[in-house]
């Protein structure tokens, strides 16, 4: 199998502040809202890549990510597999920025009952659904 059609590990973030999550709007997607996340690195712990995304993207420090959901699907449009870990970590600390404007900007924070009313990236939205729920996999 060729590396670009083996399957990639990705990790999406809830991030918890006052009962709110944070939502930030991707225009590559066709005005999709979603999660901060990203890919697994070589030699990173699931946790470590989940408070280093949420950093990146948003400037928010996070702390004792958790294991929520795990869910794989196939993208036709990149003819790929992904797996992706969803994680919820608690907010510590910083204001939303727009670190990674070229993916994902306009940062919020959103009760998740309202962001799942948002056009959401449709693994985001089983992670949101599956946090509210507490299924981690089905």
Do not use: H
């Not at 502040?17 to 944070?22: A, D, H, R, V």
């Not at 949420?54 to 597999?81: H, M, N, Q, W």
């Amino acid at each position: 199998m060729k590396n670009e059609n083996k399957p990639a590990v990705g990790v999406a973030i809830i991030v918890v502040k006052n009962g709110k999550i944070l939502i930030g709007q991707d225009l590559r997607k066709g005005d999709v809202f979603g999660v901060p996340g990203g890919y697994l690195e070589n030699l990173e712990s699931l946790k470590d890549c989940a408070i280093r995304e949420v950093s990146e993207e948003a400037g928010i420090i996070c702390k004792e990510p958790i294991l929520v959901s795990v869910y794989d699907f196939y993208r036709t449009d990149k003819d790929k597999t992904y797996v992706t870990i969803g994680m919820k970590c608690d907010y510590v600390s910083g204001e939303p920025r727009d670190l990674e404007s070229e993916k994902r900007f306009n940062w919020d924070w959103y009760k998740p009952e309202e962001a799942l009313r948002l056009n959401l990236f449709p693994p985001d939205k089983i992670l949101i659904e599956r946090f509210l729920s507490g299924i981690i996999y089905k």
